[in-house]
């Protein structure tokens, strides 16, 4: 299991700084279109479109960076409280959830992406499948990091605290 995570986690850094590059693209494509339309009264035709794509594609890739680092929003006030078999079991059900949701997300994901298929970006006329076909991605990382997290939830080492952990094989 350790093997499996420490390749996830590489491929999920390639992920990572791909998004960083897509970050950076957007920042001088906005930029450069802010001065182009107000310093030359011209802008980009592709200006907005294209950062919105990178906006969404940063959005998705970040909700599967959410579930990695376990930095999602949770109540921890009364699990703490509770006694340690009850923690466990919630801490199995959120995983379950998540592995869930992955799931949810994966099938409608490519659903969407099949149906963006036939319509295009209208400055771009780029197939607007570009905007649906990170959310199956999102849900293949969130599927694999949730289910690293409930093996070890189950086998009682504690995955969720941080994602530099060692895993037993």
Request: neutral net charge.
């Amino acid at each position: 299991m350790k093997k499996f995570k420490e390749g996830l986690d590489r491929v999920f850094d390639l992920v990572l700084y791909f998004c960083m590059i897509l970050v950076i693209a957007m920042v001088v494509i906005v930029f450069s279109n802010v001065v182009l339309r107000y310093g030359f009264k011209s802008g980009l035709k592709w200006g907005e479109e294209i950062p919105l794509v990178i906006v969404i594609w940063f959005t998705f890739i970040a909700m599967a960076l959410g579930v990695k680092e376990n930095l999602h929003i949770s109540i921890t006030l009364l699990p703490k409280n509770l006694p340690s078999v009850v923690e466990r079991f919630l801490r199995i059900f959120k995983y379950i959830c998540e592995i869930i949701l992955g799931v949810i997300l994966f099938y409608f994901g490519l659903k969407l992406a099949q149906n963006g298929l036939r319509s295009f970006l209208p400055a771009t006329h780029i197939t607007n499948a570009v905007n649906y076909i990170v959310i199956p991605i999102n849900a293949i990382f969130i599927i694999l990091y949730a289910f690293i997290y409930l093996y070890g939830a189950i086998t009682d080492s504690d995955l969720s605290k941080t994602s530099e952990v060692e895993l037993d094989d």
